[in-house]
């Protein structure tokens, strides 16, 4: 079976999953990185005005104005070092095991299922875990 998500729908799911699962990707001895200029520039987007805006909220600023996320492989000698754009996101989170895109869709979604597709968009399938 084949799931289609929207972009909207995708971009949902992604900011789900990192708010909800970014912190494995410490226990797999994999780092987020991001370049801090567009990181500052995105964050001051969505802050202009005296609003706040989370870390996540801030990441995808940064990947919908053309910026990346990348993934440092700490223990593997870069074995899975990544990098994804906005594009990533809209092609691969439709991707993830279908168990995880139901959890996500319904609501019932947790840090595994954060997990499962965070590593599909940067990994294309679960490897970790």
Known sequence: MKITLTPEESERF????????????????????YDK??????????????KSACFEDVLMRMLANGGELRVIDEECDGDYNRAIKIADVYEKVQNSPIDALMDMANEQDDACTADCILQTVFFDEVIFG
């Open 14 to 33: 992604f900011h789900n999953a990192l708010c909800n699962g970014l912190s494995y990707f410490r226990g797999y001895g994999l780092v987020l990185d």
């Open 37 to 50: 200029e567009p990181y500052q520039k995105a964050k001051q987007d969505l802050t202009k005005d005296n």
